[in-house]
């Protein structure tokens, strides 16, 4: 009898003390941060060396492959602010996950480098262009662009009579480790990607810029809103201060990457971020690293996603999003920098 009252006893203990712990947990003074590795690890360079405390809260940030390793992350909860694609904060909205859109963190980074010579898009056709971005805004320009041009396409890792092969792969590595050596024609990376391939094969050059060619199908002056940064709503409604604070700090930070990029790439370098061994002022000024809040962010974002559901709505998740997609605070809206 004794023993059996002493087991629950202990059973009684384990239950406190384990759901003390979850207890603790959520409400500990610390944050998470997924960011994408590459042009938006770049963007949240200033951040990750600078700041791991922000209104006294710890800020643990982690670099992830690429898109479906950050839809993991807000999906399952881990992820309590994210630098994403903004097309997929979108689709993950629109399928009831809570999260808001804070800010865009950058404008376009894509560009097609070949050693071909001078490209333009039809001269694709029949070739395989090997790319990033599957189910990401990078998937959506260009099949947006290449529709624009009634060039087809179809997915694949072989040339395709009369189409533009497209070849995805889950992050770039592979892409300039080819470009390394010499076996492929065409591929279209982001930067800082494109500078660390170029680097690695002089035979290469920039010869598309994805960015312009957006503007061209869409009859547009502006760029397209590549990636945001999204909050889980449980956060803005506990800490909106330390959000905005985050957000500002990105636009702070690309500031201090137009100024100066060496201090960030060596500190990216040291925790194994992708980037070139230099970045020049070319590469971080291709890297389209231009953050906005407020109105500003809603509306770019908000055309830009119109755009895309029209193109095909899946990339959004069938719908556009509702105003309860963007978080706006007149705060974050006159914030200018630093």
């Given at each position: 009898m004794k023993k059996t009252i002493a087991i629950l006893l202990l059973l009684?203990?384990?239950?406190?003390?384990?759901?003390?712990?979850?207890?603790c947990s959520e409400d500990s003074d610390s944050i998470t941060v997924i960011v994408p590795d590459g042009g938006p690890a770049?963007?949240?360079?200033?951040?990750?060396?600078?700041?791991?405390?922000?209104?006294?809260?710890?800020i643990n940030y982690e670099i992830k492959n690429g898109a479906d390793d950050i839809k993991a992350a807000v999906m399952n909860g881990k992820a309590d602010i994210a630098i994403m694609p903004t097309n997929l904060a979108a689709a993950l909205y629109n399928n009831k996950i809570e999260i808001k859109l804070v800010a865009t963190n950058s404008y376009g980074l894509m560009y097609l480098i070949t050693n071909q010579g001078e490209t333009t898009l039809s001269d694709l056709v029949g070739e395989?262009?090997?790319?990033?971005?599957?189910?990401?805004?990078?998937?959506?320009?260009?099949k947006k662009v290449l529709d624009s041009a009634s060039i087809a396409y179809e997915e694949s890792d072989t040339a395709v009579t009369g189409k533009v092969a497209l070849n995805f792969y889950s992050d770039g590595t592979q892409i300039i480790q080819k470009i390394a050596q010499g076996s492929i024609k065409y591929a279209l990376l982001g930067e800082p990607a494109v500078s660390t391939a170029l680097a690695k094969n002089s035979a290469y050059s920039i010869q598309i810029d994805l960015q312009e060619e957006w503007k061209t199908a869409t009859n547009t002056d502006a760029s397209y809103p590549q990636t945001a940064l999204v909050a889980k709503t449980?956060?803005?409604?506990?800490?909106?201060?330390?959000v905005e604070k985050i957000a500002m700090l990105t636009l702070d930070g690309s500031y201090a990457?137009?100024?100066?990029?060496?201090?960030?790439v060596t500190y990216l370098k040291e925790?194994?971020?992708?980037?070139?061994?230099?970045?020049?002022?070319?590469g971080v000024q291709r890297a389209n690293i231009t953050p906005a809040f407020g109105l500003t962010a809603k509306t770019d974002v908000s055309n830009y996603l119109s755009i895309l559901y029209t193109f095909n709505a899946k990339l959004i998740g069938n719908k556009m999003p509702d105003d309860g997609f963007y978080y706006l605070s007149d705060?974050?809206?006159?914030?200018?920098?630093?």
């Open positions: 009684s203990l384990t239950l406190f003390c384990a759901v003390s712990f979850v207890g770049l963007g949240m360079a200033y951040l990750m060396k600078n700041h791991s405390m922000i209104n006294g809260v710890k395989v262009l090997h790319t990033v971005g599957k189910s990401g805004t990078p998937e959506a320009v260009l449980s956060l803005l409604k506990k800490n909106a201060g330390l990457l137009r100024s100066n990029a060496t201090p960030y925790i194994g971020a992708t980037v070139p061994p230099t970045l020049g002022a070319d705060e974050l809206s006159s914030y200018t920098g630093k």
